[in-house]
């Protein structure tokens, strides 16, 4: 194997061991409450349903999904339903970096647009596949990396159009 390139491992091993533990984090701010999401932990368990949940919000008949995130960090259930070009979600928080579960339910429900909500998942996704490449992390199944380069050049598309 070449300088930097890794054994194939699996996607949330490989990921995670692309960023340092002191790493930047990414924030979401659900209802005015940050949640600092680690690229190490929480992002690395999190991409194996946020590609296929990006490709499928993006559809135009799009109605509804759920989704489990399951990190130790980053622990909620999501009801995503369209309402017209909004997606409403409801959540139910189990636990994250931070304790904020209750000010989180607290705050209710989040109704954001479709394209916005693509387009900033879409910002993370962005980050961790330059950064794939930049570290020829090689993975045992590479089909979430090709999904995510697609996803997000058809992004990228809409975005200029």
């Known amino acids: 194997m070449g300088r930097g390139v890794r054994a194939p491992a699996d996607g949330e091993k490989a990921v995670g061991e692309m960023y340092s ?43 509804g999904a759920g989704v489990f995130w399951g990190s130790d960090t980053f622990s909620a259930e999501w009801e995503l339903t369209r309402e017209g070009g909004d997606l409403r979600i409801r959540a139910r928080w189990h636990s994250t970096l931070g304790n904020h579960e209750s000010s989180l339910t607290e705050r209710g429900d989040v109704t954001v647009g479709a394209q916005e909500f693509v387009g900033e998942w879409s910002r993370i996704l962005r980050r961790v596949v330059i950064d794939a490449e930049a570290g020829s992390v090689e993975l045992a199944d590479d089909d979430l990396l090709v999904r995510a380069k697609a996803l997000l050049r058809t992004t990228t598309t809409e975005a200029t159009d």
């Open 21 to 63: 533990s002191g790493a930047e984090d990414a924030v979401l701010v659900w209802n005015r409450v940050p949640i600092r999401l680690t690229y190490r932990y929480d992002i690395a368990v999190l991409l194996d349903d946020l590609v296929p949940l990006l490709e499928e919000v993006r559809r135009p008949e799009f109605s």
